[in-house]
């Protein structure tokens, strides 16, 4: 799926207003349909982690897909489809949105995610389908700036389809826009960006650089050609150094959350490539399951977890500095 983010974007421009017409969206008035709010954060989330730096700083995270199945002929998880919204609990907010806690105020709708074979049926039903989830995205987003914001910095996270819905809403809401200037980063991994996508917006190459996006696609050393020809070319940055090193060494290596819960630090070396990285299978108790897997697209965030919340915290950090 992550490589067919790539060919989304060049049908971005095609989107209508007779598109979003077609579908009811969600309700983000009713607290009922965020997965994680301030003050209410779920148990999944509450480690010690959860305590935040700074109140002046808001991080919107949006999950990556988890409607998989084959068999399954929906286009879009209902919002309140039980089993949808257990693994967004249950996954990739513990796994994922937890590396950004202690960044700011964390905000996790949940959205009428698309199927999986929407990137792929793309004249079929999956444009509208992908178009819908990012509906529920922008209505999510648009009623955080209205109730919740009040001038915060932001921080926008994701991963996967979340980072393509994003990688838009960075486009449609920031890039030349007034709300540019409370951008602190957006991590959006697991997606091909091209690197003339944004106009003013760029991606950042230093550590402590504000106000732009990082991107990175994990591979093996042995690339999945597959999947690589989607992303030859496009944006990427190393996330153990922040930057465009050729290599980021173990030592650098801050830690991987496994799904067990436990960090396991200087596990990994990675390499930049062009358009994307690439490890050997990490050095951890449960290594053998690294070794069946083409590549590592589903730990784009949890085998950086520390280093992505370190580097979080340091970005929030240079950007209030520059509000002074």
Not at 238 to 252: E, H, Q
Request: glycine share 6%; hydrophobic share 40%.
């Amino acid at each position: 799926m992550n490589h067919l983010c790539s060919i989304l974007f060049c049908l971005i421009s095609l989107c209508t207003a007779s598109v979003y017409a077609q579908s009811t969206v969600t309700d983000y008035s009713n607290s009922g349909n965020w997965a994680v709010l301030p003050g209410a954060y779920p148990k999944t989330l509450l480690t010690e982690f959860s305590e935040i730096q700074s109140d002046d700083v808001d991080v919107f995270y949006v999950y990556p897909t988890f409607l998989l199945d084959a068999k399954d002929q929906r286009w879009n998880y209902a919002i309140n489809d039980s089993i949808h919204r257990e693994k967004v609990v249950g996954t990739a907010v513990p796994l994922q949105a937890s590396a950004w806690c202690s960044a700011g105020n964390l905000y996790v709708p949940f959205y009428q995610q698309a199927h999986i074979r929407s990137y792929y049926e793309l004249d079929s039903g999956g444009y509208d389908a992908l178009m819908l989830a990012y509906k529920d995205v922008c209505a999510a987003f648009d009623y955080y700036l209205a109730n919740y914001n009040n001038g915060k910095g932001i921080i926008l996270a994701g991963h996967s389809q979340g980072s393509t819905h994003l990688s838009m809403l960075l486009r449609d809401y920031f890039d030349g826009k007034e709300l540019q200037k409370k951008l602190i980063a957006a991590y959006i991994p697991g997606i091909g960006i091209d690197t003339t996508m944004y106009s003013t917006i760029s991606l950042m190459t230093n550590k402590q650089q504000i106000g732009g996006y990082v991107t990175w696609n994990t591979f093996r050393k042995k690339f999945d050609m597959r999947q690589y020809k989607w992303y030859k070319g496009k944006a990427v940055i190393n996330p153990i150094t922040w930057d465009k090193s050729l290599v980021g060494s173990s030592k650098d290596h801050l830690g991987f959350l496994f799904s067990n819960g436990k960090m396991y630090r200087h596990s990994v070396t990675t390499h930049l490539a062009d358009g994307v990285i690439w490890i050997k299978p990490p050095k951890f108790p449960f290594r053998y399951l690294a070794f069946t897997m083409d590549n590592y697209h589903a730990g784009d965030v949890n085998l950086f977890w520390e280093d992505i919340r370190v580097n979080s915290l340091l970005r929030v950090q240079k950007y209030l500095e520059s509000k002074r």
